[in-house]
């Protein structure tokens, strides 16, 4: 436990952004594993719609700085390899 005012907040505010970044992470993978989901059930159109919707979530992530851009970059990669590969 922090002795001083300046730690104890620090402490609090550490924590705080913590929990908002742990939030996004798992809404991202939510996304992510809804795209793998609708390919796996081999739904293209449902795969399309979820595509759209996890590249836009990777995409938010980077300006949140949840993930890296270069992580961003090949996630977008390999989910636009698993919808090509299912035409």
């Known amino acids: 436990m922090p ?15 913590n929990a908002v970044n742990k939030a996004n992470k798992t809404a991202l993978k939510s996304t992510i594993k809804k795209f793998d989901a609708a390919v796996a059930e081999g739904n293209k159109a449902a795969a ?9 979530a990777v995409d938010k992530a980077v300006t ?12 977008k990669s390999r989910l636009t390899k698993s919808l090509n590969a299912m035409s």
């Open 48 to 56: 399309a719609e979820a595509y759209i919707v996890a590249v836009k």
């Open 64 to 75: 949140k700085g949840i993930v890296h851009k270069n992580n961003a970059a090949r996630k």
């Open 3 to 17: 002795n001083i005012k300046s730690a104890a907040k620090r402490d609090q505010l550490s924590k705080a952004r």
